[in-house]
């Protein structure tokens, strides 16, 4: 995109500074040096006055000028020339020639030569001051303490509750909001007051910034929408002066609603600098305080925020009297998926094979932007086939598309690695289909994906879970390391790296049993991990807070785990060598395999089997 191009009011400005710059200019030389005035060396000077042919002269420090008494040749009876000789006032009366000094400068060039480049350079300063506020979205520099909120009114925000889904317990925890702006007086009736402030708490992609614009489509009020990082500049003071800014305009317009976006980059828990120096976002924050405290929930105005990282906020900023409510926007379950996709699924023309309630069953962990974007992947992969409507087979191309990455169809694999591929995949799906208490598989590829994936095996959960046993975990550790016991079985123990992701998940899987959940009789009924990040990922070690000794006995236990589960996968194909060939020749075959296509996928699953501890 081009940058913004100048405004008329600039391009006008401009122009004035260039004309008028011109035109001191000519007026300057015109005076200087107008058509009357002859420049003539000093010596020729010494002639004419010699010859007494010179009335008078005006002595400069640098110049002398003087009229004649006759026209020269050209017609001119004005002289100036450049002042050499020192005595030269002695010589002058000593003929009769009056004489006169003056400022090497008069009025006219003091003001030319200070106040028009002075002009200019405020000129300049305006201009470009001008052109950085429209990229800031600010009127320039003069608008640097200037709240950056934007303030959508009442006609723009189309947004409504009913354009939101998935999230009906937050929905109705900010019914009381759009009642408290429609009809305030109702709450002072029995002495309540609506909360100061409603902190909006949850995953990345999960509604939170459309249920804030949704509260105020509902309740037809001005939004000033803010994010967080927008408060804190260069200068020391900004901040503060944003906020105080943004609560005045707020102030006028009320009844409205503010909205403060990614709030962690504003209300981040106070610390020590470790320089000893002042903190310009602390200042921030403290002013952010100062306005909470002094302000009247009765007029009208109601500040919502939103943040993925509550458990980092300054606990002044969480306190009663401030942020009073809290509320929980989840990642949805299957009947939420389901009511979010019907409410983006009217935005494109679906065939009449697709069943919303199988994709919401395939899409489990999935947020509401997840699910916008799945419906947006599979019409983009209907147009890509031309078809006249969004399929069933679209919306499962979208969901591999985005769980396992981009078909990578001009990688071109050997022949061995192909087929160490389809036992590798096939390994995984028939532990997958053996054991109790795991999704079961839907799809097996050995066509490239993504970044470093040359196969992939989906499965597809048949419920949400909330609750994970020790039986579950152990067996979606042999799931996970089905791919390296089948190379192991098949290769007599000549494994490969395809494996590094599998050993990963599972080590993860068996860390998280042992020093989180305390399923290990060795280790004990302890936790040894930190507390985690409430929904963003831990960006710290493992364990912690555990002796030496103690450390090896983990490592002991999740190495037992990871072993345990690689020997019940081998234990399964090994029972069932024969559906591992014949499935591995017909995926060699097909590429790409499904539990309808090949019976010993969806078979019943064996009820004897158990992972080994």
Known sequence: MSEKSPTRRQ??????LAFGWFGMFLMQWYLTTGSTVETIPYSRFEELVAQGAVTDVVVGKETIEGKLKDKLANGKSAFVTARVDLPLAEKLASKGISVTGAPSDGWLGNVVSWIVPLIVLYGFWFFMAGRFGDRQGVSGVMGIGKSRAKVYVEKDIKVTFADVAGVDEAKFELQEVVSFLRAPESYGRLGAHVPKGILLVGPPGTGKTLLAR???????????????????????????????????????????????????????????????????????????????????PSAGVILLAATNRPEILDPALLRAGRFDRQVLVDRPDRSGRVAILKVHIKKIKIGPDVDIDLIAGMTAGFTGADLANLINEAAIAATRRNAGEVASVDFTAAIERIVAGIEKKSRTLSSSERRRTAYHEMGHALVAASLPG?????????????????????????????????????????????GRAAERLIFDGDVSTGAADDLQRATEIAIEMVTKHGMDAGVGQRTYAPKPQAFMPAMQDVVVSAAQETSREIDLAVRQLVEAGEACAQDILRSRRGDLEAGVELLIKQETLTAEQFAPLSSERSKDI???A
Do not use: H
């Open 610 to 612: 158990r992972v080994v």
């Open 438 to 482: 795991v999704d079961p598989v839907q799809k097996v590829s050995i066509i490239p994906r993504g970044v470093g994936a040359l196969g992939y095996t989906m499965q597809r959960p048949t419920e949400d879970r909330f609750l994970l046993t020790i039986s579950e975990l152990k067996n979606r550790i042999a799931v996970l390391m089905g």
């Open 214 to 296: 949704a509260v105020a489509g509902e309740a037809g009020v001005p939004f000033f929408s803010i994010s967080g990082s927008e408060f804190v500049e260069l200068f020391v003071g900004v901040g503060a002066a944003r906020v105080r800014d943004l609560f005045e305009q707020a102030r006028k317009a009320a009844p409205c609603i503010i909205f403060i976006d990614e709030l962690d980059a504003l209300g981040r828990s106070r610390m020590p600098s470790a320089l000893g120096g002042y903190d310009e976002k602390e200042q921030t924050l403290n002013q952010l305080l100062a306005e909470l405290d002094g302000f009247d």
């Open 11 to 16: 391009v006008s400005w401009l122009a004035i």
